[in-house]
Nanobody, 121 residues
Framework: QVDLVESGGGSVQTGGSLILSCADS????????MAWFRQAPGKQREEVAR????????YYTESVKGRFTITRDNAKNTMYLQMNSLKPEDTAVYYCAAGGPFVAGASWPFWGQGTQVTVSS
């Protein structure tokens, strides 16, 4: 059973950093592509970054390139999102997702419950 649990959210000031984690209890974690999404109030959910099962290929949405880094540790069944130089527009609930194809606009079958990130100016 896939059970994704995000942690690491919080409140920071502009320019600050946070590290989000997504832990998965399922044995097949290392076989699945993973992704981070976010949803700000009144806006549609958007994909932030994704990573292949082996971690060898990553994708970032344009607005976070150079600031965010997605990684994974398959030995720990955990994915991470290092967020630097945070901006108020990064404020959102961040969700991890698992098991989707490595393409834009894909449907992801497994989701975490979300963690709030708030960036104040």
């Amino acid at each position: 059973q896939v059970d994704l649990v995000e942690s690491g959210g919080g409140s920071v000031q502009t320019g600050g950093s946070l590290i989000l984690s997504c832990a998965d209890s399922d044995y097949a974690f290392s076989n699945r592509n993973m992704a981070w999404f976010r949803q700000a109030p009144g806006k549609q959910r958007e994909e932030v970054a994704r990573i292949t099962a082996t971690g060898g290929i990553t994708y970032y949405t344009e607005s976070v390139k150079g600031r965010f880094t997605i990684t994974r540790d398959n030995a720990k069944n955990t994915m991470y999102l290092q967020m630097n130089s945070l901006k108020p527009e990064d404020t959102a609930v961040y969700y991890c997702a698992a098991g989707g194809p490595f393409v834009a606009g894909a449907s992801w079958p497994f989701w975490g419950q979300g963690t709030q990130v708030t960036v104040s100016s």
